[in-house]
């Protein structure tokens, strides 16, 4: 590790390290809840509405394909996210 004589590039490199490790955490990628029972389809708007109307207005949803082994057929389930991440 370098040594530095400059307090000022010290402050600078520090900053820089600092604001490295907390961009991660402002993205707010959406935090999973959970996924309803499996359906041979699923609809962006109606997944979305369901997802509102039992968890909130917080709420981002996704068609996912139902990775269960014992499906006869392959199904789609509708997912829930928050949107804030936490």
Known sequence: ?????????????????????????????PAFIGCFEVHQNCFPDDSQKRCEDDLGKDMLSECQWDHGVLQPYPGLQCCCFRKDGT
């Open 1 to 29: 590790m370098a040594v530095f004589t400059n307090n000022m590039a010290v402050a600078v490199w520090l900053g820089a390290l600092m604001l490295m490790a907390t961009l991660p955490a402002l993205e707010g990628k």
